[in-house]
């Protein structure tokens, strides 16, 4: 099966919160990563979590980690229109010169 | 800081033709990577370097190859193109965290 695996679809309106969720499957990595990208752009670092961390909040973001379950989760608080974008989950293996492993990407769909 | 540049950003290209994808970072980075995404998907390693005069393999790498002369370039050369090829192309640099280029949209025909 693939290494990361997200649901494809998210949507919600205007001020709800947002969670996006994110299974992987090697133990392990070392760092998880949630990455951001518009229509035509490239891919926006958002955040990024060590694997030996069970949550880390940055303003309205906020990743929570089971390593127990490799469940990852990115919760965007007050979401907002300009929040619609496809969020890309990664992680990070002990090889290949620490390149990331990528999710197909959640499209967010923020409703006004 | 400029982060990440890439050129062209956009390229058409008849089968066959070859092509290099420039990167540019002024971070100082040692680690940089390029990924390709295809539609609906999520990113694929085509080649990596750990620093200047060393590369190697990723997940993709058939139909292409890279150089890494300096700490700042990375480009990646297509020979022969092929419609396979036909992706969007992501530089990347960095460690623990790392930055993307605002990617090449490459058709092939």
């Known amino acids: 099966g693939e290494d990361v695996e997200q649901s494809l679809f998210l949507s919600v309106r205007e001020g709800d919160s947002s969670v996006i969720n994110c299974t992987y499957t090697?133990?392990?990595?070392?760092?998880l990563y949630w990455y951001k990208q518009e229509p035509g752009a490239g891919l926006q670092l958002l955040t990024y979590?060590?694997?030996?961390?069970d949550m880390k909040q940055d303003q309205r973001l906020t990743v929570l980690l089971n390593k127990k379950d490799k469940h990852l989760s990115l919760r965007i608080a007050d979401t907002q229109t300009g929040d619609s974008a496809i969020y890309f989950c990664a992680e990070r293996k002990n090889q290949a010169g620490t390149a990331l492993i990528f999710g197909k990407g959640t499209t967010l769909s923020v409703s006004s | 800081n400029a982060g990440v540049t890439q050129t062209p950003k956009f390229r058409i290209l008849k089968i066959g033709q070859s092509m290099t994808l420039q990167c540019t970072q002024d971070?100082?980075?040692?680690?940089m990577y390029w990924y390709r995404q295809d539609p609906g998907m999520g990113l694929k390693l085509i080649y990596y370097?750990?620093?200047?005069?060393?590369?190697d393999k990723g997940e993709v790498p058939n139909g292409y190859n890279v150089s890494r002369s300096t700490t700042e370039d990375f480009p990646l050369r297509l020979e022969l193109a092929a419609p396979s090829q036909t992706s969007v192309y992501f530089c990347a640099s960095g460690g623990n965290e790392q930055f993307f280029g605002p990617g090449t949209r490459l058709t092939v025909l």
């Open positions: 370097s750990v620093g200047a005069g060393i590369t």
């Open positions: 971070m100082n980075h040692n680690y």
């Open positions: 979590i060590f694997s030996n961390m």
């Open positions: 090697d133990s392990s990595s070392t760092y």
